[in-house]
């Protein structure tokens, strides 16, 4: 919710008028055509066993109030039976359910996708055949028809990269604060989403004459250092467990 909040007030910094209408239909027809395809494929829970621990501990949310499987531990990353458990909350729990919120998400994830690959190389059309191949990668649309976390993870990876680069452009502490705020979120999700510091730090760097003139950027960073802190507490623990 802090996410949604800070994305509403920073959102006249966003350079949306940019793109004509023309590419945002036909963004909207490959997330259409995204939807179907995958709902036309089979679906499958054989891609790992972490699948039963996402659902179980997202229905443990709606049921209990509660992050946890039904023998009480869990220590995975939070991000995606967070996100899973709204589903549950309005459609019911159900591991269907689960595959269906997997693929809308897969499909939602060609815009920021979409918008990241336009303001980095600022052209209409990189951007739409970018996302022609993206729609049809065939690992995606595999992926996508599971309750696995690689769509939310894609998800939260380009809306992260795109808010950066959009601050690259208009370096706002708004755009700076969400894009810090989207980044521990993506690493909640799948703790190798870390690898993103090395784009970020990079865009930070040619923004260094912001970074000098405010103090603000070290409120955006000191939750990193107790994110990173928790995943591996939560890890660890995990996998202690597990392999015991």
């Known amino acids: 919710f802090l996410i949604i909040f800070v994305f509403v007030l920073a959102r006249k ?4 008028k940019q793109i004509k209408l023309s590419s945002w239909v ?4 490959f997330c259409v055509i995204s939807f ?20 179980g501990a997202a229905k443990n949310i709606v ?20 996100v899973l458990s709204i589903a549950f909350r309005f459609f019911g ?9 997997s693929i ?33 990668f065939p690992l995606r649309l595999l992926m996508a028809a599971s309750a696995e976390t690689a769509s939310v ?19 706002k502490f708004r755009l700076h604060l969400l894009g810090w705020l989207l980044f521990l979120f993506a690493i909640q999700i799948r703790v190798e989403n870390l690898l993103l510091l090395i784009p970020l730090l990079y865009l930070l760097f040619k923004r260094r004459s912001y970074l000098s003139k405010t103090d603000l950027w070290l409120f ?25």
């Open 13 to 16: 910094s966003f350079l949306f």
């Open 26 to 29: 036909i963004v909207l027809i």
């Open 36 to 55: 179907f395809l995958v709902f036309s494929l089979p679906f499958s829970h054989q891609f790992v066993v972490d699948e039963s621990f996402y659902m």
């Open 63 to 82: 049921i209990n109030g509660e992050l946890r499987l039904d023998d009480g531990g869990y220590a995975k990353q939070v991000g995606w039976p967070v």
């Open 93 to 101: 729990v159900n591991n269907h359910v689960a595959i269906f919120c």
């Open 104 to 136: 809308f998400v897969s499909a939602l994830s060609i815009i920021p996708f979409f918008l990241f690959v336009f303001h980095l190389f600022k052209s209409e059309k990189i951007a739409l055949l970018s996302v022609f191949l993206y729609c049809f």
């Open 153 to 171: 993870s894609l998800l939260f990876i380009f809306l992260t990269l795109w808010v950066f680069v959009e601050f690259f452009y208009r370096p």
């Open 220 to 244: 955006c960073l000191s939750p990193f250092f107790l994110s990173f802190i928790y995943q591996y507490l939560r890890l660890k623990s995990f996998y202690v467990t597990a392999y015991a």
